[in-house]
């Protein structure tokens, strides 16, 4: 039998990581839109992988379980790549919190309870994250401490509390890398390693979305006034993730990675800051 590799997210993100990482593996690709996960699964059979596609919704735990016991039927799941997910100018506040951020919790949670010893996994968060404010400790341990049915509760997700889209999808992002931190230390119990990372902009059809959507004009003068002065592409987040699933980041867990081509540090400290 083969080692498996649960990939929710049918997308450029996604796809990039389970080519440098799946190799070898049985590859099960989940996503919303069944064609999505049946167009990337044909390309990886076409390019030597062993994949499969099936409709799958991270926004719901039946989803998330009939994806881990089609993935068991084929052997032992060691890798886990989350990078499932919509955007600010994609989807409603709603919407947002239900996939970006109580989905991924659910996923975490799920694979953590079955996750081979020296397995490992990945999830997608994003640089919002690290843009918004620092939020009050106890915030930070709602986020990452509580119970998953229970995390749409919290008050700082309710409605007068959320702006818009845009910040529904910096505190899912936070969210994230908080129940990463949480996560790690359930996944260490079994041997097992989970990390996040937060890229910049990444010229994908998420990003296509955001370029053409309301906040385009921001986003276009954040890349071209970024350190970087360019959008990453798929390849450059999966460089990043091969480290943190290989056995040279054996140690790296619990762990958020910043890869946005400077843009944060030039949103604090450079020509990006906001004008008072
Ligand atoms: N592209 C960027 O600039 C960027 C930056 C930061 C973070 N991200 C994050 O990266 C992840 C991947 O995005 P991408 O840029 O590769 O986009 P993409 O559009 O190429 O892929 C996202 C995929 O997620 C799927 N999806 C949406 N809702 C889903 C659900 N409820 N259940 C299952 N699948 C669902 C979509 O159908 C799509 O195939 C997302 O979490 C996104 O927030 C992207």
């Not at 499969?52 to 998330?64: K, Q, T």
């Not at 951020?101 to 640089?127: F, M, N, R, W």
Request: hydrophobic share 40%; charged share 20%.
């Amino acid at each position: 039998m083969k080692e498996v590799m649960i990939l929710t997210g049918a997308g450029q993100i996604g796809m990039a990581i389970a080519r440098r990482t799946g190799y070898g593996m049985k590859i099960i690709i989940g996503d919303k839109n069944p064609e999505n996960a049946n167009e990337i699964s044909k390309i990886m059979n076409e390019a030597g992988f062993d994949t499969i596609g099936m409709e799958m919704d991270l926004s719901s735990r039946a989803s998330i379980l009939k994806m881990i016991a089609q993935a068991q039927n084929y052997g032992s799941i060691t890798k886990m790549v989350n990078a499932a997910g919509v955007s600010p100018s994609q989807a409603s506040i709603e919407t947002i919190l239900r996939v970006d951020l109580y989905g991924t919790a659910v996923l975490l949670e799920e694979v953590g309870k079955i996750i081979a010893p020296g397995g490992v996994g990945v999830t997608i968060s994003s640089q919002s994250g690290h843009r918004m404010p620092a939020l009050a400790p106890e915030e930070d341990e709602q986020l990452a401490c509580t119970p998953t049915e229970e995390l749409l509760q919290l008050k700082m997700l309710q409605p007068g509390h959320i702006r818009d889209t845009l910040h529904a999808y910096q505190l899912a992002k936070r969210c994230n890398e908080k129940r990463v931190m949480a996560e790690s230390v359930r996944w260490g119990d079994k041997g097992a390693r989970i990390n996040s990372i937060s890229p910049g902009i990444i010229v994908t059809p998420l990003a296509l979305d955001e370029f053409n959507g309301p906040r385009g004009d921001f986003y276009k003068n954040m890349f071209a006034r970024c350190p970087a002065g360019r959008p990453g592409t798929a390849d450059e987040v999966a460089n990043v993730a091969e480290l943190l699933m290989s056995e040279k980041g054996s140690f790296i867990t619990g762990a958020d990675f910043l890869i946005d081509g400077g843009a944060t540090a030039s949103y604090f400290y450079g020509p990006l800051k906001p004008e008072a």
